[in-house]
């Protein structure tokens, strides 16, 4: 059997590596536009911000180490065209086009960052954040710069904004909607982190969106709506991605709202064609809709459900609550499930309550304060929850994703229980303080 996938991000990457652990025999061909594979596009803003030394740190591997797995790399191509009824893929690398034929073809294109239509984005200092290559263009940037705005507050926005300001350029976080963070957390719970992006020096502008950026070739100024206009040596469009669709639609796949269709065997509409990663749509565990999950653990996890559809075995990819968790500075925050608008939104009347605790026992030293914000349905079922502090958030989310994902109400949780100890926890944890308190809103 002969296994292509077009696209060496971490949905492709790692569906070649867990193919392999699988089956020693079958042909593995990976075709992908960047000249860097296996690396962490996560870490791109720590290692601009310096506490990573270099980008060399974040490629876990190259394409020769996986010459030496039987996984055949190919580097620096443009897939062009498609046929699933011949079952080809034509690829070009350095002006010679090749076309190679295929038994299964796996699209793992990603996303492209998303640029809103503006005057003055093709100055230079303009930049998009996709891999490495546009990390380095940045870092070499920023040695000559003094000033820069982000524009987009998503987590990606938030973590290079604050990698600037930490080498020393003066910062503007801008987004075009109210508040920071909008998918995962409530403006209460935002503004918590506005509040300390604010106390380490970055200034971030709500609601209102950069319409022209200003400059003769190189970017000078950014003008936000019709009057206010700053100063920027440099502009970061960290506005989102939207799915590579091309050659999906070439192969002749079915189209969602947003993204590839595809089974919970990673199948798409077309025979042995199949699609992980930010191109694909998800399914949503608490309403069963589609929804779109473009992070790096959600394709890691397709790429191992993909793996075993390959090659023969039983496979099922769960539905989605697209958890998260982001550090900036001292402050960690996260989130899982549902926030109260998007509820709302999709006629759900949430349930809500917010408390502050402690991450240790008040008696012990550099106990930090937890903000913990959790969202029920009418049911008392948990379907969301948003943590702030400036320790020990990780492991809450991932409790909160499993009491989500088993169903939980606030009155199964609050009865459970959990380890202490006066180092790590309240004797009381703070999750439990938070669902004791939304319980007594029920009958």
């Known amino acids: 059997m002969k296994v292509v996938i077009v ?10 590596s867990n193919i392999r652990k699988l089956d020693k025999e079958i042909e593995i061909t990976v075709l992908t536009r960047d000249n860097k594979v296996a690396y962490s596009p996560c870490a791109i803003p720590y290692v601009l911000s310096g506490k990573i030394e270099s980008f060399d740190d974040i490629i876990m591997r190259t394409p020769e180490d996986y010459k030496e797995k039987d996984i055949d790399v190919i580097t620096e191509v443009e897939v062009t065209e ?37 005057q003055g984005v093709e100055l230079d200092g303009v930049f998009r954040i996709r891999n490495i290559d546009d990390g380095m263009r940045v870092q070499e940037a920023m040695k000559d710069a003094k000033s820069a705005i982000v524009t ?27 508040q920071i963070v909008p998918r995962s957390l409530d403006k209460d719970m935002s503004d918590i982190l506005v509040k300390y992006l604010e106390m380490e020096g970055i200034q971030v502008v709500l609601g209102k969106p950069i319409t022209k950026l200003i400059g003769e070739t190189k970017v000078e100024k950014a003008c ?24 999906a639609r ?31 749509e998800s399914k949503d565990l608490i309403l069963g809709s589609n929804t779109i999950s473009q992070l790096g653990t959600t394709a890691v996890r397709e790429s191992k459900t993909l793996a075993r559809t390959i090659c023969g075995k039983k496979s099922k990819f769960n539905p989605v609550l697209n958890s998260m968790v982001s550090k900036v500075g001292k402050l960690e925050f996260g989130a899982v499930g549902y926030t109260t608008s998007f509820a ?14 402690l991450t240790r026992a008040r008696y012990y030293p550099n106990a930090k304060p937890m903000d913990i914000k959790v969202i029920c349905d009418g049911n008392g079922t948990i379907i969301g929850c948003q943590i702030i502090a400036e320790e020990r958030v990780a492991e809450r989310i991932d409790t909160m994703t499993l009491a989500i994902t088993e169903g939980l109400t606030c009155f199964d949780l609050s009865n459970m229980e959990f380890a202490y100890a006066p180092p ?5 944890d703070p999750l439990i303080l938070a669902v004791e308190e939304v319980s007594k809103k029920f009958n």
């Open 224 to 247: 936000f709506g019709d009057e206010e206009i700053y100063d920027a040596d440099m502009v970061i469009m960290a506005t989102g991605v939207r799915a590579e669709l091309d050659l």
């Open 250 to 280: 070439m192969a002749g796949c079915e189209i969602g709202r947003w993204a590839i269709l595809v089974n919970d065997r990673m199948e798409t509409s077309v025979e042995d064609v199949y699609a992980v990663g930010d191109c694909v």
């Open 82 to 118: 498609v046929d699933s009824d011949k079952k080809t893929v034509t690829y070009e690398k350095n002006g010679k086009k090749t076309v190679m034929d295929y038994d299964k073809l796996v699209l793992a294109t990603g996303g492209n960052p998303f640029v809103p239509p503006m």
């Open 424 to 428: 790590v926890s309240m004797v009381t």
């Open 344 to 357: 709302q939104q999709n006629r759900i009347r949430p349930v809500v309550q917010k408390v502050q605790a």
């Open 152 to 178: 987009g507050a998503g987590l990606i926005g938030i973590e290079i904004a604050y990698a600037l300001k930490q080498q020393g350029l003066d910062v503007i976080l801008s987004e075009m909607l109210p």
């Open 7 to 16: 696209g060496g991000g971490a949905g492709g990457i790692s569906t070649a």
